[in-house]
């Protein structure tokens, strides 16, 4: 019994430090932060990346450039961010369907760590500017032209621009 215990425990042990430790980075956006695990964000990403891509049928519109977010006003950062995150769990997540339960799964978990950046920035007190409110608009306006689920789809498959535009509020320790 003691053998299988402790062969039980060393496996453990190795397969913690196989896996690395989960390293969760500090986003700041103005005043505001929170912590994100941004490994986690881009392993399920890739993970429903291509399923994503090849359902966009619309490949002529694209809801978000990263001049979008690369040119966000100065002191609306934490707010743009609000926004955006607000986009994707109540609009882009709820209707994105995949017809395979692991691809859905890995966009749950997306919803998840968005729902939980989400939770944190909301302890901050952002100021939203006309011109903010108006880009976020713009993309609103852009989704609810297609059909809800291709709207999704093309929301997901443009993921890696808001990740790599949310890792960029996170500078590497």
């Known amino acids: ?12 042990l190795l397969l913690g430090f196989l896996n690395g430790p989960v ?9 505001c932060s929170a912590n994100v695990h941004f490994h986690e964000l881009h392993k399920h990403f890739s993970d429903i990346r291509s ?4 359902a966009d049928g619309e490949i002529a519109v694209k809801l978000l450039d ?10 609306q950062t934490c707010c743009f961010v609000r926004l955006l995150l607000r986009f994707y769990v109540e609009r882009v ?36 500017g006309e011109e903010t409110q108006r880009t976020i608009d713009s993309v609103l306006a852009k989704f609810d032209k297609l059909q809800i689920e291709q709207a999704a789809q093309k929301a997901v498959g443009e993921l890696d621009t808001v990740l790599e535009w949310l890792e960029g509020l996170a500078p590497k320790s």
């Open 66 to 75: 990263t001049s979008l977010m690369k040119n966000v006003q100065e002191g």
């Open 93 to 128: 997540f709820r209707n994105y369907e995949s017809s395979q339960p692991h691809q859905q799964r890995c966009a749950s978990s997306l919803a998840n760590a968005f729902v939980s950046i989400r939770k944190e920035m909301h302890k901050c007190h952002c100021n939203c």
């Open 51 to 54: 399923d994503a891509i090849s």
């Open 1 to 12: 019994m003691k053998i299988l215990l402790s062969s039980s425990i060393c496996t453990l």
């Open 23 to 31: 390293e969760s980075r500090t986003m700041h956006a103005d005043g």
